[in-house]
């Protein structure tokens, strides 16, 4: 079992004419946290949507595990799209956690979370029920899980989106800002939760734009600009000893 | 004008409108059965990324909401025998030209339904390794089929009505033996109200059900 769980190669990707993702590369190792920041555009959120395939990537190879995500190649080496049924295998491995939440608004917290494991797992309900009520009462919503999305706050809506991604038992969390569309006196609920799956040892990717998350949780930091990767390493460096000017530039800007 | 109104008529032919309610709900029940089945097809047709699939189902939508359902009822019942070697009656006629013109609304109802729900919806279910079929099936039909209920209903109320075409291939549906029955008491007045009557007694309930569903969906979510 190699170290390295998802490998990113000369990752391009284009919207039209406009350039998204100009080749990245980049490992993320079993365990880690890589927290991805810059400046809004600069590709962060379509990168992570690469990951799971929610967004098809142009060029370049994305591979979890060690199997390339989202394309297979024929004899003659070249690459053509794959199955439904492989592309949604190697999703379920991985969670994700929306910007605004996505959860499903026609089902209970409880339903919501034991979805995935009933209809793509196919796990008995009972079983899956008691599992969710674990991981709801883990999040903090206890005693929220019969009711609909609707009647909760923004911060319990996406830590119920948080429940339901880890009910499929992910081997890596997607966060896609999970906290931006979040009332301030919120956010810190959602961050907590988010540190406490840090400390279990979860790998975690994660786009935020929450600074003092970064510093405190990530071992990695990575800053994007245009579609490139500006410069990666400790939070200890990128935010007291940036080496790129690009990095202490927007370092600059988003902490005033 | 002292024109004396006589109701009295309408009670003593109450056989004649409760026959031709039968046919009429006949009709109406069929057409909408053809209609719903084909419109989800033709729907899901029209979404696809496939164009063997999508370019057919676009033509067939276009073709149907194009032309006059008078036409097409015409069409079915002389020249689909003709060109097919299938005779069918004339109840079954109109009931398929009726169907076959739902169905393309409903198409579009349905259509506009899957596509109003969020795409975080799609993404989420994506995310969680769902296919297709148990995406649509679990997720975005539930939340469309809440929003294609009002139209839904719109066209099932336009179809019952539009039943009244029949008569052009001699149905006996409730406007034909009306008429029947004009031309026999020379009382049109009294007897196209009662008519009025009967259809909006066979289309109120179903309004009402979809007034309660939509408030029922309200307050659980």
Known sequence: ?256 | MNYVWDFQIVWEYRQVFVRGAIITAQLTFWATLLGTVLGLVLGLMRRSTNAVLRYPAALYIEAFRATPVLVQLVWIYYSLPILSGLQMGNVASCALGLGLHAAAYIAEIFRAGVNSIDKGQWDASRAIGMRYTQMMRRIILPQAIRRMIPPFINEFATLLKLTTLGSVLAVNELLHEATNLINNTYRPLEIYTAVAVVFAILIYPFIYASQRLEQHWRIRS
């Open chain 1, 1 to 256: 079992m190699s170290d390295v769980i998802l490998k990113m190669l000369d990752l391009h990707k284009h919207f039209g004419n406009h350039e998204v993702l100009k080749g990245i590369d980049l490992n993320v190792r079993r365990g880690e946290v890589l927290v991805i920041i810059g400046p809004s555009g600069s590709g962060k959120s379509t990168l992570l949507r690469c990951l799971n395939f929610l967004e098809e990537y142009d060029k370049g190879e994305v591979l979890f595990d060690g199997r390339l995500v989202g394309y297979r190649r024929t004899k003659r080496g070249k690459l053509v799209k794959d199955s439904a049924r492989n592309i949604a295998a190697v999703r379920k491995r991985m969670g994700m956690v929306f910007q605004s939440f996505n959860l499903f608004p026609h089902m209970t917290v409880l339903e919501n979370v034991v979805e995935g494991p009933i209809v793509v797992q196919r796990i008995g309900r009972k079983e899956a029920e008691r599992d969710a009520k674990v991981l709801l009462e883990r999040v903090g919503l206890g005693d929220k899980i019969h009711e609909y999305p609707s009647k909760l706050s923004g911060g319990q809506q996406q830590r119920a989106g948080i429940a339901r991604a880890l009910a499929l038992r992910p081997e890596v969390m997607l966060f896609d800002e999970p906290t931006s569309a979040l009332d301030p006196e919120l956010v810190g609920e959602v961050l907590e939760v988010m540190k406490s799956l840090a400390a279990d040892g979860m790998t975690m990717i994660v786009v935020t734009h929450e600074m003092g998350f970064a510093r405190d949780v990530a071992d990695r930091v990575m800053v994007m600009d245009s579609g490139l990767i500006v410069e990666i390493g400790p939070p200890a460096n990128i935010f007291s000893n940036p080496a790129q000017a690009r990095t202490a530039e927007f370092l600059r800007r988003v902490l005033h």
